[in-house]
Each structure stands twice: as C-alpha cells, then as structure tokens.
C-alpha cells in the first residue's frame, strides 16, 4: 500500500509580494495559517541572509502561532545557526544560496563542503531539529548525506520540471527515481521540491520512495486566481490521485 504523500507549502513568495511595497500585507504567517486549513502537513520558510522576503519576525511568529511543523529553509552560515538553535523548528533544510540568484540554484555540493557541513549537521542534531540536505538527485551526493548523519535529503527537482517534455525530462525524471531508490537503501527519508506545478508532480508524486514534496510558488501564484486554499487543495487531489489513494 502507497504510504500518503505529506505536503509541505512553502510561503516564501507571500511575502516576496508584501516586500515589493514595504508594506505589512500579504501577511505570510495568515498564509501559513490558511494552508494548514486546507489540509498542508507543514508549512516551509527560506530566511535567506539578505531577508528578501521571509524575516525574522515571520519566523518568530510562525515557531508560535502555526500547529503544523516548521521546516526552516536556511544556508550553511554561523548566523543561520544560532538561530535555528535559538528557534528550534521541527526542520531545518540546508540549501546552498548565492546572494545574485532569482531562488535556489540547483542542490547542495554535500561532497565538496563535507567537512564544513559535518560539525553544522551535528548541531542542529544535537539540538533535536530535523536536518535535511537539499540535494541534486545525484548518488554520490546521497551517499555523502548519509555520512554526514543526516536524517532527511529533499531532492532537487528543478531541471526535470525546467526540462521539456521528452526525452530531456525523461533523463531528469529517472535520476530523481534512481536517486529515491538509493536513499531508502541507505535509511534515509526523501523528499522532493522546486518548481513542480500541476502538471510536473503527477509522476514525482507517483515515486513510493519519496514521503514529502515541498510546493510554493507555483501554488502563491494560482492563488492569485482560484485563492490560495483552492490551489493547494488542487495539488493536494493530484497527489493523492498519483499515490492511488
């Protein structure tokens, strides 16, 4: 029997439109909020280090008003550290992040910054907090994840959904199927994100050896059109229907 696909939403880009202006609305934690109402299983945040859309504040309100779990979104730095320790989310994902990208390029290189992330990861253990590796869909970088004592990799699934239809998405989709398969073989929990929209989660959802996927803005956006409850729910059914449930 297929296992139920949690779905995480990512809330990021709610307030990339609240920054635009300066202003206190859209409101990212009221989104949040909503997403839990429509049946999200966690809530995800990006507090990138030049604050260009989630801020301290919205982390500090979602850790207190959110009843579902927090999976902070943060780079490999001392300062994104000490506030996940001081925090305390149920999640934290380490991402890779360059200051002149539109949003997250690619996945972790977990092989070259394996000595750098060894005593990182072995904090946030420490501390009780959730970690997971933000990763190319990529043996190799499987492997160093799970030397490294992390509990959780989240594939990266840009290129299969950037990808067009045929045999270039077909190559990508594989490497993500490969890659799931590898991770249950080494014990680790796998989940996938970035930039699955409707049409793209159908087969990734369909991959048993994935637990979460991570969805945010192609789900902000819908929202401006069929509301943001609507779209989630949407993707919800899709997922679910890929799952046979």
Known sequence: MSHKLRLGINIDHVATIRNARGCGYPDPVRAAKLAVQAGADGITAHLREDRRHITDDDITRLCHEISQPLNLEMAMTDEMLQIALRHKPHA?????????????????????????????????????????LFIEPDVKALDAAHALGAPVVELHTGAYCDAPEGALRDAQFKRITTAA??????????????????????????????????????LVGEAIFVGLEASILEMRRLMDKARGL
Do not use: M, W
Request: hydrophobic residues 40%; glycine residues 10%.
């Open 92 to 132: 934290a994902c380490i991402v890779p992040e360059k200051r002149e990208e539109r949003t997250t390029e690619g996945g972790l290189d977990v092989v070259g910054s394996f000595k750098t992330l060894q005593p990182f990861v072995a904090r946030l253990n420490d501390a009780g907090i959730r970690v997971s």
């Open 181 to 218: 398969a590898h991770a249950e073989t080494l014990g680790l929990e796998c989940h996938a994100g970035h930039g699955l929209t409707y049409d793209t989660v159908k087969p990734v959802a369909a991959i048993a050896n994935i637990r979460e996927l991570n969805i945010g803005h192609f």
